[in-house]
Nanobody, 126 residues
Framework: QLELVESGGGLVQPGGSLRLSCAAS????????VGWFRQAPGKEREGVAC????????NYGDSVEGRFAISRDNAKNTAYLQVNSLAPEDTAIYYC???????????????????WGQGTQVIVSS
C-alpha cells in the first residue's frame, strides 16, 4: 500500500514551533518532490512549501517564507516541515504530498502531486 503519513501536529501557543513529519511507506520518496499544503477552516487549500527530490531546491508560500523550513532525509524516506513563529492564522490541517519529479525543482501546484497524506492538525491558540 502506497501512502504518506503526517505526524507532529498539535496545539501550540502563538510564537511557538512544531516539527511536522511526512513518512512514505510502500514506495521510496527518492525521485519525488515533496510539498506541504494546508487548509484552514472555510478556506481553500494553499501551498506552504516544497522541496526537490534531492533537497537542492525549495520554494515557500509568501505567508510562511522566513518562518517555515522544509527538509528531507531520503535515507529515512521522510520529509519535514519546521514551523516557527506560529500565529493563529497558521491554524489548519497540514498535508504532505509527493510529485514524481526526478529533476531539481518543485512547484506549489496541487495538480502536480500524485500522492497525498491524510493530514495533521495544527492549532495555534493561547
Amino acid at each position: 500500500q502506497l501512502e504518506l503519513v503526517e505526524s507532529g501536529g498539535g496545539l501550540v501557543q502563538p510564537g511557538g514551533s512544531l516539527r511536522l513529519s511526512c513518512a512514505a511507506s510502500g514506495f521510496t520518496l527518492e525521485g519525488y518532490a515533496v510539498g506541504w499544503f494546508r487548509q484552514a477552516p472555510g478556506k481553500e487549500r494553499e501551498g506552504v512549501a516544497c522541496i526537490s527530490d534531492r533537497g537542492s531546491k525549495t520554494n515557500y508560500g509568501d505567508s510562511v517564507e522566513g518562518r517555515f523550513a522544509i527538509s528531507r532525509d531520503n535515507a529515512k524516506n521522510t520529509a519535514y516541515l519546521q514551523v516557527n513563529s506560529l500565529a493563529p492564522e497558521d491554524t489548519a490541517i497540514y498535508y504532505c504530498a509527493a510529485d514524481w519529479r526526478p529533476v531539481p525543482g518543485c512547484a506549489l501546484q496541487e495538480g502536480r502531486y500524485e500522492f497525498w497524506g491524510q493530514g495533521t492538525q495544527v492549532i495555534v491558540s493561547s
